[in-house]
């Protein structure tokens, strides 16, 4: 079983570009995030979707887009990257909001 | 705003001790707290799921209680191994169900052989 599959796991960036990251998952999952984990700081919540066609934004998401078309895919965009926004960031599914989240392996993006 | 706590930010044991993680949060009108192990380098990996109805879970050789009264989740390893070594992390979710997971910082685990 593929799981929560995020593309690519490592990445970097010069100050101003943009770039999306990738998030897909099988098991049909209503419930996608996007969290950024930062040494000090924890695991933060950046985006969620609770289905397709519907986001709304987490603790932190300045600087970051996203959009859901479909059930599987949950992408994370960067529209002007910054060196505040180097992080590994880690997209998580679950069948409902209550529900087991199920964690992608991580996405390490370092920004110059 | 709720905070999520845990402490110690490190323990290291020898292998076989029983040992218990301690997680607390500031709101105690939670709507469910998960487990997370995360080793180096990867996902977070999900250990058990309470729901504030609930009292503990159990699964192999751990057990999450949780006492909303207090506000404090513990996370139990009976017959600690090597391989339990990891970063254990407590997320809870607020009172509304809205699937907004609040992290604590995690405690780092060493099981010595």
């Known amino acids: 079983n593929a799981g929560v599959t995020q593309t690519p796991k490592f990445q970097v960036l010069k100050t101003g570009q943009s770039m999306t990251l990738q998030c897909a998952q099988d098991?049909?999952?209503?419930?996608m995030s996007w969290y950024r984990q930062d040494p000090g700081m924890g695991l933060r919540l950046i985006h969620y979707?609770?289905?397709?066609?519907?986001?709304d934004q987490g603790e932190v998401p300045n600087g970051y887009n996203v959009s859901r078309s479909t059930t599987e895919d949950f992408p994370l965009r960067l529209l002007s990257a910054a060196p505040s926004q180097t992080s590994v960031y880690f997209c998580?599914?679950?069948?409902?909001?209550?529900?087991?989240?199920?964690f992608g392996e991580g996405s390490r993006l370092t920004v110059l | 705003k709720q905070e999520v706590t845990q402490i110690p930010a490190a323990l290291s044991v020898p292998e076989g001790e029983n040992l218990v993680l301690n997680c607390s949060f500031t709101?105690?009108?939670?709507?469910?707290l998960q487990w997370f192990r995360q080793d180096p380098g990867k996902g977070l990996t999900s250990l058990l799921l309470?729901?504030?109805?609930?009292r503990e879970q159990t699964s192999g050789r751990l057990n999450a209680s949780l006492d909303k009264s207090s506000g404090r989740s513990t996370l139990y390893i009976a017959a600690s191994q090597p391989g339990d070594s990891a970063t254990y992390l407590c997320?809870?979710?607020?009172?509304?169900?809205?699937?907004?997971?609040?992290f604590g910082q995690g405690t780092t685990l060493q099981v010595k052989p």
């Open positions: 098991m049909n999952h209503e419930y």
């Open positions: 709101d105690s009108a939670i709507y469910n």
């Open positions: 309470i729901q504030s109805s609930q």
């Open positions: 979707s609770v289905g397709a066609g519907i986001t």
């Open positions: 998580a599914s679950s069948y409902s909001r209550a529900g087991e989240l199920f």
């Open positions: 997320a809870s979710q607020g009172r509304v169900n809205t699937g907004k997971l609040i």
